[in-house]
């Protein structure tokens, strides 16, 4: 049953007793979902292991009226609750309650859907990225802040010597919206998700995710959008014309879908995202 | 490393590695095969149990996660010498269960979820199982059951507020 009984297993209680472990080269454990996985793809789990969960500050949402900061142990279901209601964080609260299955986002954590670099179909990151948000980080030399999206292209070096502790998010959106497709209703990987915004200067933000290994904002369409005659006014059917034109994306082969799919059906996600953000704007 | 739970309602001491999935201590050591094994990767929903609460599963739960928790088991829910649940109650009378293999998960997920939901509709109910996978596709007589439970526990309530008044 047991691996080893000299597995260490570090229960930190602070920052500090985190990063001491993470020196000594512990794995960060957050909820275990991908981690405890690793045995059934042929990888041994890590011989050290530091958990977040015991430090209080890691597991709670502060929501101010400009200003929001969600700890990394927070768990999707967590988020979900936290944030349901308020104007702006439609995809955030989409990606959190959408993600996997009742029972994984119960457990699984904001910091282990970011930190997992194999990880290409996690639901919030696109969503994280068109809210702008900031990425907080307690390195061996004090604490970091980052924007997402060089967080999420430079985590690789970024997580060498550093802990992902919390997200700082501003309420500069008017409304959003988190598509995704998977080929089943739940237990499966989206095939590729969108995640739409519209910020203060009615200014759109699309993210999309699990269609190349990274998700990263979509700037060309951000670009065209931005540059049709007079600003665009939304409509489904143009921005899914728009998306076509300005597909950029390079899709990965995997198990559930071919590269090929995963592009093909981004301008159908920014249709239905379009018209979810008309829907909720509709309600504002 | 040592662990130290609750464990359907008892102290439990765990000595071993801590990274050993929950699933594997309830199944081998205490012989609480109720909780199944299927996928392993938390896709099925067989292996589900409570911990403080809230339907997990435990094949990706970690034991060294659990210290101070409170684990129950479908077999902490009711050991059979006493009152089923009323969930399982209402599946029994229902008839409901085909093969069995999901049913322990399905009442772990479905008994929290009508705990905090009492006024939940039928699409809310297929919402909180779709981490549930049937392979006999039995869930429409399941949805049914728990449709009828949460009626008739409202029922119950609502009788019993009237008497009150």
């Given at each position: ?284 | 490393?040592?662990?130290?739970f609750?464990l ?41 149990v409570?911990v ?14 659990l210290?101070?928790c409170e684990v129950t ?93």
């Open positions: 049953m047991a691996q080893s009984v000299e597995r260490s297993f570090t229960v930190a209680g602070s920052i500090d007793e985190a990063l001491a472990a993470r020196q000594q080269g512990a794995a960060v454990l957050a909820g275990g979902t991908w981690m405890m996985r690793d045995p059934l793809r042929g990888v041994d789990l890590p011989e050290a292991v530091v958990t977040l969960h015991r430090i209080p500050a890691l597991s709670e949402v502060e929501v101010d009226p400009d200003h929001t900061v969600i700890g990394a142990a927070v768990t999707h279901a967590v988020l979900g609750r936290a944030l349901r209601g308020l104007a702006g964080f439609e995809a955030l609260v989409g990606a959190a309650v959408g993600a996997a299955n009742p029972g994984i986002r119960r457990v699984a954590t904001v910091g282990g859907n970011l930190c997992t670099l194999d990880f290409a179909a996690a639901d919030l990151a696109p969503a994280l990225l068109v809210c702008e948000a900031m990425v907080e980080m307690e390195t061996f030399d004090g604490p970091k802040l980052i924007g997402i999206s060089d967080f999420l292209r430079d985590r690789p070096t970024l997580l060498a010597d550093a802990i992902l502790t919390k997200v700082h998010l501003r309420r500069d959106l008017i409304a959003s919206a988190h598509i995704r497709l998977p080929l089943r209703m739940a237990g499966d990987y989206p095939v590729a998700i969108v995640s739409i915004a519209v910020d203060k200067d009615k200014r759109f933000r699309i993210a999309v995710g699990s269609v190349e290994a990274v998700a990263r904002r979509w700037t060309a369409l951000e670009k065209a959008l931005a540059d049709e005659p007079g600003g665009f006014a939304p409509n489904p059917e143009r921005a899914a014309e728009l998306a076509a034109e300005n597909n950029d994306f390079h899709g990965r082969d995997g198990t559930e879908a071919d590269g090929w799919y995963r592009r093909q059906v981004l301008p159908a996600l920014v249709k239905r995202g379009v018209a979810a953000l008309l829907k909720t704007e509709g309600q504002a | 490393m040592t662990v130290t609750r359907n309602g008892e102290d439990y001491r765990f000595r071993d590695d801590p990274m050993t999935p929950l699933v594997d201590i309830l199944r081998q050591e205490h012989f609480l095969t109720g909780t199944k094994a299927v996928c392993r990767e938390g896709f099925c929903g067989a292996c589900t409570h403080d609460g809230e339907a997990v599963p435990s094949c990706l739960k970690p034991v060294g996660l210290h101070g088991t479908i077999e902490g829910l009711s050991s059979g010498q006493e009152a089923l649940h009323p969930l399982q109650a209402a599946f029994e009378a229902a008839d409901a269960v085909q093969c069995g293999m999901c049913f322990p998960g399905m009442v772990m997920s479905l008994s929290a979820f009508m705990r905090d939901n009492p006024g939940a509709c039928r699409a809310e109910i297929k919402s909180a199982m779709v981490g549930n996978i049937c392979r006999c596709t039995g869930y429409e007589r399941i949805v049914d059951t728990v449709v009828d439970c949460l009626d008739t526990h409202r029922q119950t309530t609502e009788t019993a507020g009237s008497m009150n008044v």
